[in-house]
């Protein structure tokens, strides 16, 4: 009988120890991440586009759908966050006061690579990145699995 409960206790310990383990390891910057890594993305034109926006601080990821202005591969304005009925709210977030700092103007562009933007800084030190959900290469094709011969 006291195998039996240890078992169970070391199972159990097992058992929870990966859940816990495998929802510190995912956030969606992580995602959004691999797959833009993976698949990569077309060349962002001019305009306006619907990204991903990724606020992350530590380990933690929150992801919102949202709005930016491109010009020559560069942010160069963000427009908000996209509500549930499909109207834009300006973001509260503000950059790190760094970014103001007329000494390194270099730091004021956002470029986008592969689909996403470099990150920043926010004022109150989360890091922001943008995702450019639409223009994300399609996944490769498989190739088709034959039948089961005794399927024919």
């Not at 929802?23 to 910057?29: E, F, V």
């Not at 942010?75 to 549930?84: F, M, R, S």
């Not at 499909?86 to 004021?108: E, F, Q, T, W």
């Amino acid at each position: 009988m006291k195998k039996l409960l240890q078992l169970l206790l070391v199972a159990s310990i097992l058992v929870f120890g990966s859940a816990i383990n495998a929802n510190a390891q995912s956030n969606c910057y992580e995602d959004y991440l691999k797959v833009f890594t993976d698949r990569g993305a077309s060349p962002i034109p001019d305009g306006t586009h619907e990204v991903v926006f990724t606020i992350r601080e530590g380990n933690k990821a929150d992801c919102y759908m949202g709005k930016v202005e491109v010009k020559n591969n560069q942010i160069v304005n963000t427009l908000g966050v996209i509500l549930e009925d499909g109207s834009i709210k300006k973001m509260g977030v503000k950059l790190n006061a760094r970014y103001n700092d007329a000494n390194n103007p270099a730091i004021l562009y956002m470029d986008i690579v592969n689909g996403m933007s470099t990150a920043f800084l926010s004022e109150d030190n989360k890091l922001i990145n943008v995702f450019f959900i639409k223009q994300l290469n399609s996944k490769a094709k498989s190739i088709k699995l034959a039948p089961a011969a005794g399927s024919l």
